[in-house]
């Protein structure tokens, strides 16, 4: 089945230590994007890719950046996770702009 | 710019009850609005989503929504819901042109035998 991966689902790293998220498709979407989900609160979206052209959100903190090296593949990095920074992050991808999105799983980031 | 609001962050139902989660939003643009269901420790799933043409539209696992224009809402019905439908539900909008969700707040909803 088409799909969204993203791996781990679990990732626990040390406070300042850099972390990379990956996630994968094999719908062949042009949009991909990566939200942050803390506990009991709405996606945020942190930023996407329509192709290779990349989008950040105005308050997305440096400390975040993102990778899409071809259309299957896109990371999440990290530079220096701080206690704050530990949730679920999703990726997600969409056919074209404005259409439905199709989540992965999900991987929760603990940082001790 | 847009802006989804979600009117109940939790409601508590008995199972075989009927049950609405309202959204309400506001856009400038024309935008395109979905929902979406979150079991715990999951992914966002799309249950119904609404492009254009008739405005009640049939979603997964026996939910509606009807859009209207003019109240600017998008409400979520279900005539009998079940315990398996305990899940956070999100109404989200979307521009046409821009390709960004906004999502609101979340309801819980919590099935009860």
């Known amino acids: 089945d088409a799909m969204v991966i993203q791996n781990p689902r679990y990732q626990v790293t040390q406070f300042g230590k850099p972390v990379t998220l990956s996630c994968s498709q094999t719908?062949?979407?042009?949009?991909m994007y990566w939200y942050q989900q803390k506990s009991s609160q709405a996606p945020k979206l942190l930023f996407h890719?329509?192709?290779?052209?990349?989008?950040n959100e105005a308050d997305t903190p440096d400390n975040f950046q993102s990778r899409r090296p071809n259309t299957s593949f896109c990371f999440l990095d990290i530079r220096s996770p701080g206690l704050g920074d530990a949730a679920m992050y999703l990726c997600?991808?969409?056919?074209?702009?404005?259409?439905?999105?199709?989540f992965g799983q999900g991987t929760r980031l603990t940082v001790v | 710019a847009q802006s989804v609001t979600q009117l109940d962050s939790q409601v508590p139902v008995f199972e075989e009850a009927p049950v609405e989660l309202r959204c309400n939003y506001s856009?400038?643009?024309?935008?395109?609005l979905f929902w979406y269901v979150q079991y715990p420790n999951q992914g966002l799933q799309l249950l119904l989503k609404y492009l254009s043409g008739s405005t009640l539209v049939k979603g997964i696992n026996g939910f509606e929504a009807e859009f209207n224009k003019s109240q600017t809402s998008f409400h979520l019905r279900k005539p009998s819901v079940h315990i398996s439908d305990t899940a956070e539900y999100f109404c989200?909008?979307?521009?046409?042109?821009?390709?960004?969700?906004?999502f609101g707040d979340g309801t819980t909803l919590t099935v009860k035998p």
């Open positions: 856009s400038s643009v024309s935008v395109y």
């Open positions: 719908l062949n979407h042009n949009v």
């Open positions: 890719y329509y192709d290779k052209d990349f989008n």
């Open positions: 989200a909008v979307s521009d046409q042109s821009a390709g960004k969700s906004t």
């Open positions: 997600a991808t969409s056919r074209r702009g404005g259409t439905e999105a199709f």
